[in-house]
């Protein structure tokens, strides 16, 4: 089975920075694309920003300039650096990975449990 596991989140001042990790393990063939997703109470969820196997990048606009999405595939882990925090990033952040469980499957998506970030002074 994947897991992958999120941590980092808590609670920041405006203003301030906080890095999430999330890492993948169990038994797996690649990972292509990871993610990261958030939900704020009474929304939906959304894409914050999207990192490739070769490191290619988007983002969100809402967060374009503060947050840095990166990987480390030796580890097989994903990173969110998030400076510049306002309030309205408050929400419960999940990872997500499109990982092939072996070389003769297609990828299918994983997801974290989630981990809460709140922006507030």
């Known amino acids: 089975q994947v897991q992958l596991v999120e941590s980092g989140g808590g609670l920041v001042q405006p203003g301030g920075s906080l890095r999430l990790s999330c890492a993948a393990s169990?038994?797996?063939?690649?990972?292509?694309?990871m993610a990261w997703y958030r939900r704020a109470p009474g929304l939906e969820r959304e894409l914050v920003a999207v990192?490739?196997?070769?490191?290619?990048?988007n983002y969100a606009d809402s967060v374009k300039g503060r947050f840095t999405i990166s990987r480390d595939n030796a580890k097989n882990t994903v990173y969110l650096q998030m400076d510049s925090l306002k309030p309205e990033d408050t929400a419960v952040y999940y990872c997500n990975a499109d990982v092939r469980r072996s070389f003769y499957s297609g990828y299918a998506a994983y997801w974290g449990q989630g981990t809460q970030v709140t922006v507030s002074s």
């Open positions: 990192i490739t196997s070769s490191s290619t990048t």
């Open positions: 169990g038994r797996f063939a690649s990972i292509n694309s």
